[in-house]
């Protein structure tokens, strides 16, 4: 089945670049997603990107595919402590009813 | 900008209690989804439904679980008889069409005690 990964944790100074690694399994996914959730919240959906794209930026937002290696990033430019929060990585498939697979999320903490 | 609401926020039942958690999805939707994530963990996908039946659904959706779409706004997902390891929070997503993203709900927090 389709499969999600990420670390699990990632420690970056306040005005430093974060980058968030994630692969997948599924050579199939449509949408790519970036997810935030803070403690005890819902999920914030930061950004997407479809499956014929190599990149997409959105503010401090970048986000990489390469689909050859099944690879996905999220870059943070001049993260913010308001920018700790865990980190979902997460894709979605071509075949049935298109459900997200999620990955088992970033823990990314941000140092003043 | 529409949104997927649900109520309640939060619900605490007893073990063995039944609970309906609510769903309001983006009104010209046609897909609908049920997750859920306990807590600490990933979310994991509960079921699909479209065209008024179930299209999809995971090794966690078992017979406790049922939805339905009893009007043509909401979207319910009812656990018959809850137990102490349903606790997680559940979100509801809705989506246009297969070329649309998904979007989801802030989420139901389900405590069971």
């Known amino acids: 089945g389709e499969d999600v990964e990420q670390s699990l944790f990632l420690s970056v100074r306040e005005g430093d670049s974060s980058v968030i690694n994630c692969t997948y399994t599924d050579s199939s996914s449509t949408y790519l997603y970036w997810y935030k959730q803070e403690p005890g919240a819902g999920l914030q959906l930061l950004t997407y990107i479809f499956s014929n794209m190599d990149m997409k930026q959105d503010q401090r937002l970048t986000v990489l595919l390469n689909k050859k290696d099944k690879h996905l990033s999220l870059r943070i430019a001049d993260t913010q402590t308001g920018d700790s929060a865990i980190y979902f990585c997460a894709e979605e498939g071509r075949g049935g009813y298109q459900k997200v697979t999620f990955g088992t999320g970033t823990k990314l903490q941000v140092i003043p | 900008e529409p949104e997927v609401t649900q109520t309640p926020s939060h619900q605490v039942t007893q073990m063995g209690q039944e609970v309906i958690l609510r769903c309001v999805p983006i009104s010209n939707h046609l897909y609908f989804y049920w997750y859920r994530q306990i807590l600490g963990q990933k979310v994991e996908f509960l079921v699909s439904f479209y065209n008024n039946e179930i299209s999809e659904k995971s090794e966690i959706f078992d017979d406790q679980f049922s939805v339905e779409r009893p009007d043509g706004s909401n979207f319910t997902l009812k656990i018959r008889s809850t137990k102490l390891e349903d606790s997680a929070m559940y979100f509801c997503?809705?989506?246009?069409?297969?070329?649309?993203?998904?979007?989801f709900g802030p989420g139901t927090r389900l405590t069971v005690l």
């Open positions: 997503a809705s989506r246009g069409g297969t070329t649309d993203t998904q979007y």
